[in-house]
């Protein structure tokens, strides 16, 4: 769980989408993307245990991604 932030207002961000990505066992479902709350607040249940990249996007914001890789910024948890 956690909450969005805007990175200059550190305001929440309504609506936001969040994504883990994480490599699921065979036979075992992906963990679900969900949206955030009015207070920017999301859940992602039923996460196994590891290292788990989480991403957030919304249409009013640009994702951010690293001029040399080219690889969008996520955080790891």
């Not at 883990?20 to 479902?29: H, M």
């Not at 590891?50 to 890789?69: E, K, L």
């Amino acid at each position: 769980s956690g909450v969005v932030l805007d990175s200059s207002t550190q305001r929440p961000i309504a609506g936001a989408l969040v994504a883990s990505f994480v490599a699921p066992a065979v036979g075992q479902v992906p963990p679900p993307r969900v949206f955030t709350d009015d207070l920017g607040r999301f859940v992602l249940p039923d996460l196994p245990a590891g290292s788990i990249r989480v991403s957030a996007s919304h249409p009013d914001f640009v994702v951010g991604a690293d001029a040399t890789t080219g690889v969008f910024s996520s955080t790891s948890v």
